[in-house]
């Protein structure tokens, strides 16, 4: 992950109520997995929160923003635009490219919502599919992620937490950064 410019997540539309849950998890997973930052619509108030809530207590750094029609920052972005589509090209066909142009200019990775408009596509440097398959932005941003980091996010440590989870067999152990049992 050393090496590489920043990556940010784009959810473009949010549904309040109906997609709360899915917009929170995109923005959880782009943290989770090594992105650098979420931008998601500006009604997306409440994933927002959680999202902050998480990052505050485990840690990040992670940015979160709310913007008001997040389609927008495509034409504004100078970098590679990877927009996640079940049409793209199989990930695994691309993911070398999407390393190397990370590793000399910024990743905007574009995860739609409910109908996606054309232009994205034809914005999009890559239109990237986790499988040819339906099923979700939360999944094949996971997938993404992962291929694009090469599993070192996995690896990954995190700054100004104010719990540590200390992986168990069995059972759950979380300790304070300087490692006394909570
Ligand atoms: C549940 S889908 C809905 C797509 C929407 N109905 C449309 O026509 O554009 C929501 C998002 O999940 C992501 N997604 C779903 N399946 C995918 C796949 N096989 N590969 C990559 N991304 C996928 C895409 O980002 C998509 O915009």
Redesign the pocket.
Known sequence: MDGREPVVVCR?SHRPGRDDRMTTHVGLTARALGADRVVLPDNATGPAETVEDITGRFGGPFGIELRDAPKALLSEWSGTVA????Y?LP?QDVEADLRAANAAEPLLV???????PFEVYDRADYN??????????V???AV?LDRLFDGAELDREWEDADRVVVPQATGKKVVEPDGDAE
């Not at 927009?83 to 079940?86: N, Q, V």
């Not at 990237?128 to 932005?137: I, N, R, Y």
Request: hydrophobic share 45%.
């Open positions: 473009l927009h996640l589509t079940m793209g990930v574009v995860v739609g919502g409910e109908k996606v990237v599919a986790v499988t040819s398959q339906p099923h979700s932005e999944a094949g941003l993404l």
